[in-house]
């Protein structure tokens, strides 16, 4: 069996600190080429809709990729209520206000929503919240989905949750594939696992699905 490499948000920052001090001493001028990540597909789909329900829209931000797949699913069970739904990257929203329902999902990085996600949530809360707005987040640390790991990525989204007050929020655990990562958080990441192989796909998809078909009845 696989072993499980834990990893605390305090112990992700203090590798990403020496990662990146490391990274500017070895590398100088070539610290910045460290972040260019490789070409990832990022799943985006319209579902249309039977022409009678909201239109939704499922935006997310994903570093490589997993986390569009678990959009993708959330999009899919909302669709099969007749819902013409959208699930697209965060930087390609174009107009929010077309939908009548929206939600809004990240992965984790050193502890909290990639910047695109909460800048997106912040930029639009006023649209937001006028209309019923879900949340997702899919980590590492809810690969052990128990009160204390919810607590501790409840602390994650805090931020999120002091600009809008969702009508759901889902916390799932994630996927990790160093391959589809850049020079720098591969290194962070392998600096963590301490010679074990970090990537596992801790996804659950049976969780993903019971949450998702539970909007319907709250959004749409
Ligand atoms: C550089 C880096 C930092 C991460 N930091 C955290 C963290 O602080 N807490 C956590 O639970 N997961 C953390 N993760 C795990 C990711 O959130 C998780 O693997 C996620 O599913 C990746 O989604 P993606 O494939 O859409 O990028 C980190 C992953 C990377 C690559």
């Known amino acids: 069996m696989k072993e499980k490499t834990k990893i605390s948000?305090?112990?992700?920052?203090?590798?990403?600190?020496?990662?990146?001090?490391?990274?500017?001493?070895?590398c100088g001028g070539l610290g910045a080429a460290a972040t260019i990540s490789p070409s990832v597909d990022f799943v985006e789909k319209h579902f249309e809709g039977d022409g009678k329900m909201k239109k939704v829209l499922v935006a997310y931000s994903s570093k490589a990729g997993s986390t569009s797949e678990v959009a993708a699913a959330i999009g899919e069970v909302l669709s099969k209520s007749g819902a013409d739904v959208t699930v697209e990257q965060i930087k390609n929203v174009k107009d929010i206000t077309a939908f009548q329902a929206v939600i809004v999902g990240s992965m984790v990085r050193m502890g909290a929503w990639v910047s695109e996600a909460k800048n997106f949530v912040e930029n639009n809360k006023a649209a937001l919240e006028k209309v019923p707005t879900a949340i997702f987040t899919a980590c590492d640390t809810m690969k052990e989905d128990t009160e204390e790991k919810r607590a501790e990525v409840t602390g994650y989204i805090e931020p999120i949750l002091k600009i809008i007050k969702p009508?759901?929020?889902g916390l799932f655990?994630?996927?990790?594939?160093?391959?589809?990562?850049?020079?720098?958080?591969?290194?962070?990441?392998?600096?963590?696992?301490?010679?074990?192989?970090?990537?596992?796909?801790?996804r659950d998809w049976g969780k993903i699905n019971a949450w998702a078909e539970k909007l319907p009845a709250l959004m749409l």
Do not use: C, H, W
């Open 167 to 169: 009508v759901e929020n």
């Open 9 to 26: 948000r305090r112990q992700f920052l203090k590798t990403a600190g020496l990662a990146t001090g490391a990274l500017v001493v070895a």
């Open 173 to 202: 655990a994630g996927k990790m594939d160093t391959s589809k990562l850049s020079f720098m958080d591969r290194t962070i990441i392998n600096m963590m696992a301490k010679g074990k192989d970090p990537n596992a796909d801790y």
